[in-house]
């Protein structure tokens, strides 16, 4: 079973930048497809980044598109999140998990989860 370390969470100005790592345990990372998830206080937790085994595919929210990156690198067991052009509305905490399941939004295909980083930024 993998396990999840997240880091890089801070606080940071609105247009400002953060970049989040996941790193993980285990020799099977490569064998996962990897999610990025945030729950600001009161919220659900949401979907905000997908990326496939390989790397090959990804996929975001509607709200991050064009502001974040998602991209790995298995040789360094590591996936991360590029977050620019920073807004209030991104603050939370931010959760990378495992699936097995290709390309699903829902926390509940992931079976694996870190314990997260907090994001935030001011206006």
């Known amino acids: 079973q993998v396990q999840l370390v997240e880091s890089g969470g801070g606080l940071v100005q609105a247009g400002g930048s953060l970049r989040l790592s996941c790193a993980a345990s285990?020799?099977?990372?490569?064998?996962?497809?990897m999610g990025w998830f945030r729950q600001a206080p009161g919220k659900d937790r949401e979907f905000v980044a997908y990326i496939s085994r390989s790397g090959g595919s990804t996929a975001y929210t509607d709200s991050v598109k064009g502001r974040f990156t998602i991209s790995r690198d298995n040789a360094k067991n590591t996936v991360y999140l590029q977050m620019d052009s920073l807004k209030p509305e991104d603050t939370a905490v931010y959760y990378c998990?495992?699936?097995?399941?290709?390309?699903?939004?829902?926390?509940?295909?992931?079976?694996?989860w870190g314990q997260g980083t907090q994001v935030t930024v001011s206006s």
């Open positions: 285990g020799r099977t990372f490569s064998s996962y497809n």
């Open positions: 998990a495992a699936a097995t399941v290709y390309n699903n939004p829902s926390p509940a295909a992931y079976h694996t």
